[in-house]
């Protein structure tokens, strides 16, 4: 199993980029590696997702080196809303006897401060 | 907003009890997940389905069992209930069920079990 580790929280500030990265040391082939963004009391929401390299969208960076046992997550110029629980998931493509192993990581909570 | 309708909000109820949470997926969506959240736990993958076939199974108890209807709404039941399932349970869908597939999450069901 893929499992993840990740800092169980880090503190920011109002603009500056924010990094968290998440360890997965064992993370197979097949593999997938996105992450969430949760609230208090609300459902996770989608940030980004890769497999290798950088991806890059409207809201974050995914940094995958080569060996893949790591992603970086990157939140430019966060502002207070981005206070949240980040959870890092390792996962392997459906339908091939491995979905049911999916496995959300602890998260990590971001607090952005004026 | 995302779509994801769950009902109840919040539901309490005594240890021994069975109840049915529902859950209807964003228009279009033909995959539903169901994960549990406690405090302790973090988030737990339980039970995939895809146009009304189960896809995958992650720590789902033999007490719980789910369905996806025809019209692709979905139902978890828990029965015998415990102390230890009082959690906050999601449901997301998403388009196919594949592993770039963007799952959205619902707002989730609050269960507390006296």
């Known amino acids: 199993l893929a499992k993840t580790t990740q800092p169980i929280s880090m503190d920011s500030y109002e603009g500056q980029e924010v990094n968290i990265t998440c360890s997965h040391n064992?993370?197979?082939?097949?593999?997938?590696i996105t992450w969430y963004q949760q609230f208090p009391s609300q459902g996770p929401r989608f940030i980004i997702q890769?497999?290798?390299t950088k991806v890059t969208n409207e809201v974050a960076s995914l940094f995958i080196p080569a060996d893949r046992k790591s992603s970086t997550l990157s939140l430019p110029r966060v502002s207070l809303s981005d206070t949240a629980v980040y959870y890092c998931?390792?996962?392997?493509?459906?339908?091939?006897?491995?979905?049911?192993?999916?496995?959300f990581g602890a998260g990590t909570r971001l607090a952005v401060h004026p | 907003d995302s779509g994801v309708t769950q009902t109840p909000k919040h539901l309490i109820t005594a240890t021994g009890q069975r109840v049915t949470l529902r859950c209807s997926p964003r228009?279009?969506?033909?995959?539903v997940y169901w994960y549990q959240q406690s405090l302790d736990q973090g988030l737990q993958f339980l039970i995939q389905?895809?146009?009304?076939?189960?896809?995958a199974k992650g720590n789902i108890l033999e007490r719980f069992s789910a369905q996806q209807f025809p019209d692709l709404h979905s139902e978890l039941n828990l029965s015998s209930l415990e102390l230890g399932d009082s959690a906050l349970y999601f449901c997301?869908?998403?388009?196919?069920?594949?592993?770039?597939?963007?799952?959205?999450f619902g707002p989730g069901t609050r269960l507390t079990v006296l």
């Open positions: 997301a869908s998403s388009v196919d069920g594949g592993s770039t597939d963007t799952q959205y």
């Open positions: 389905y895809y146009n009304g076939e189960e896809r």
């Open positions: 064992n993370i197979a082939t097949n593999d997938y």
């Open positions: 998931l390792v996962g392997p493509l459906p339908f091939s006897g491995g979905y049911n192993k999916l496995i």
């Open positions: 228009s279009g969506d033909l995959s």
């Open positions: 890769g497999y290798k």
